[in-house]
């Protein structure tokens, strides 16, 4: 059994200690999810693990031959590469041979008539014969595809953000590693492609370090959880449920323990204050106790978790939001929307899903009027006013301090008690300390940066918030606490998220992007919808698989014609497996002839077509004849 153990390990940014004295171990069938607020450490962790100066002084400790393979939150890829020759990074033999074979196999394709690049392909053929390299291939190709990739020559340079990341995380997945470690890897995925990681995680032979803020996936994959808080790790045994259970019980058992130390406290203050006069051993000894006792209340006080908080009042909003009639957009040949009619009133709360690429995020852009239509009319209510909380942060410069950040956006920003609150007690809500507030805005951690984002976007006090992906790199806490925003948000909210837990607390209904224009409104939730798709899905196959049961039945009987050519396809078989068999031998024996070798291929070729046809003939006449 493989092992990674982690030994007292301790981490600190700039100043700050992230976590300290930090030990576990990971086995080959965990599923370990790593979970904790943005900023406490949880990317630092992970990178830790790939320390090689850490693996020199035991602080990581595992086998030689080990293997580790790391989605990272920003993965690089080589923009000149092709999607398979970013996949085929590694060094190991088995893709070496896979990368010759496609390399041969292009040159063969363009000039075949040229003897090297026979000789060439023919020897790649040969050296994935003998690797299995074409189940390695098949296996590349089939993540892929299940990943939504599906132009394996295309260019990375060519490929979306989101592409990119789809395909850094097929490079992780066909490594075969000992521990595969996954920085965020639902991002950018839709429902059928998570659901496919799922089976894929759950049934992969190494161990597998994940953070996510995926709820539903983390519950589905999750037999371990790590939770990195007060600068500690929390260990606990079983799935994301599982973990909120036992996380319950042991707060409650704290905060009963805390409140008997405080009681206590208050007791052992009145007496120290009484003064008693004459005090003996006995006295003395209570004085040391309460002594102990009171740097035990301290510190309580000083590592209790803070909760953050969204108490910021929203500007008054009318019924009309957004009306959109007849409404088209194309780029080129591709038609995003198409006769699209749609009102969107006061108090919806609508979810949007479907294909990357489908037009979901340029949909917000149109409603945000950062995108002209092709045709047709948008309409906005006059008291509308736009909070827009996109995928890619905007106007944030890495040089500024957190404070003045905040502080140019809006300041004395109105509660909803109608007490006015200055940008640092805006940012001490969100749970930026003292320190941080001070901090340069490039010192945060990515998900303290959208957090921040958000709370830029929320103090500008918005009646109509335009969220898309907001989930992303969020924390599982931040995200459960703006979805309790968003479910009491008096006004209209329209969300882009492949986050399914997401989407089921905060929606209402969804627009469905099918592609090609085609929008459906579906009323409901998003696992209503994923319910009645699989349903269709079901009684569909039920119709194909009766119909061809059908067809199979009446085709049963062979005519006469067909016994005959039954017979007769018998010898023919016969005869071309001794062509093909003398071909080969003829081919193994040929030297440097490249204009024979090349004759005699194609000569082989063709003979090997007409035989698997026969036989494949043979083969359904003979079943039928049973």
Known sequence: ?????????????????????????????????????????????????????????????????????????????????????????????????????????????????????YQRFFKAQEQMDRLDGWEFQSTVETILTKLGITQFQQKVAALSGGQKRRVSLAQVLVSNSDLLILDEPTNHLDEEAIAWLKTFLNNYAGAVLFVTHDRYFLNAVANRILEISQQKINKYTGNYETYLQQKAQNEATLAATNRHQRNLYRHELAWVKAGVQARGTKQNARVERFKELSQKVKHQQNTESKELTIDIAQQRLGKDVFNLENSSLQFGTQVLLKNLSLRINSGEHLGIIGANGAGKSTFLNILAQRQQLTSGLLEVGQTVKVGYYTQQIEAMDANQRVFNYLEDIGQNVPNTAGVTMSASKLLEQFLFSPQQQGAFIRDLSGGEKRRLYLLAILIQQPNVLLLDEPTNNLDIETMTILENYIEHFAGAVIT????????????????????????????????????????????????????????????????????????????????LERQQQDLQNQLSNVGNDYQKLLKLQKQLNDITDELDEASERWLELAERDE
């Open 496 to 575: 882009v998220s492949h986050d399914r837990y997401f989407l089921d607390k905060i929606t209402d209904d969804l627009l469905i992007f099918h592609g090609h224009g085609h929008i459906e409104r579906y009323w409901g939730t998003y696992s209503d919808y994923l319910q009645r798709a699989t349903s269709q899905h079901k009684e569909v196959t039920k119709i194909k698989v009766a119909k061809q049961s059908q067809e199979n039945s009446s085709k049963n009987k062979l005519t006469y014609a067909q016994r005959l050519e039954l017979q007769e396809l018998e010898p023919q078989i016969t005869t």
């Open 1 to 117: 059994m493989k092992m990674l153990s982690v030994n007292k390990l301790q981490q600190s940014f700039g100043a700050r200690t992230l976590f300290s004295d930090v030990s576990f171990k990971i086995g080959d069938q965990d599923r370990i999810g790593l979970v904790g607020l943005n900023g406490v450490g949880k990317t630092t962790l992970l990178n830790s693990l790939v320390d090689e100066r850490l693996n020199k002084n035991k602080t990581i400790e595992h086998q030689n031959d080990y293997q580790i393979s790391y989605l990272r939150q920003n993965p690089q890829l080589e923009e000149d590469s092709t999607v398979l020759e970013a996949i085929l990074q590694g060094k190991e033999p088995l893709y070496e041979t896979v990368r010759q074979y496609e390399l041969a196999l292009m040159h063969y394709s363009q000039d075949s008539d040229n003897p090297q690049n």
